[in-house]
Nanobody, 129 residues
Framework: QLQVVESGGGLVQPGGSLRLSCAAS????????IGWFRQAPGKELEEVSC????????YYADSVKGRFTISKDNAKNTVYLQMNTLKPEDTAVYYC??????????????????????WGQGTQVTVSS
């Protein structure tokens, strides 16, 4: 069964750090688009970051640029989202999503949220003092 599972969420004080994990099973995520999204209460799903299938390059939303880092450990078949200098507005449920490569121009950009096939169950991140 192909799936992704998030972990690593929790409660952290403003200015603190967390590392989220997205573990893939049933497929080799090295060749996949992997995206991180978040949804705060009462707000729409927001794309946070992604790794593109074409070359492993990363995209970051302006709201997290310079604070979050996406990385990949192929040996563990896991993608990480390192979150530093967390702010209360980062509080949300964070989701990992995966999309196989299309072997065309699609692979040179991050898929839109409706274009991901595999979604995890989400992990709660709360930033509060």
């Amino acid at each position: 069964q192909l799936q992704v599972v998030e972990s690593g969420g929790g409660l952290v004080q403003p200015g603190g750090s967390l590392r989220l994990s997205c573990a893939a099973s049933g497929f080799n995520l090295d060749y996949y688009h992997i995206g991180w999204f978040r949804q705060a209460p009462g707000k729409e799903l927001e794309e946070v970051s992604c790794i593109r299938a074409s070359d492993g390059s990363a995209y970051y939303a302006d709201s997290v640029k310079g604070r979050f880092t996406i990385s990949k450990d192929n040996a563990k078949n896991t993608v990480y989202l390192q979150m530093n200098t967390l702010k209360p507005e980062d509080t949300a449920v964070y989701y990992c999503a995966g999309e196989p490569p299309h072997y065309n121009a699609f692979d040179y950009r991050c898929p839109g949220q409706h274009q991901y096939t595999y979604w995890g169950q989400g992990t709660q991140v709360t930033v509060s003092s």
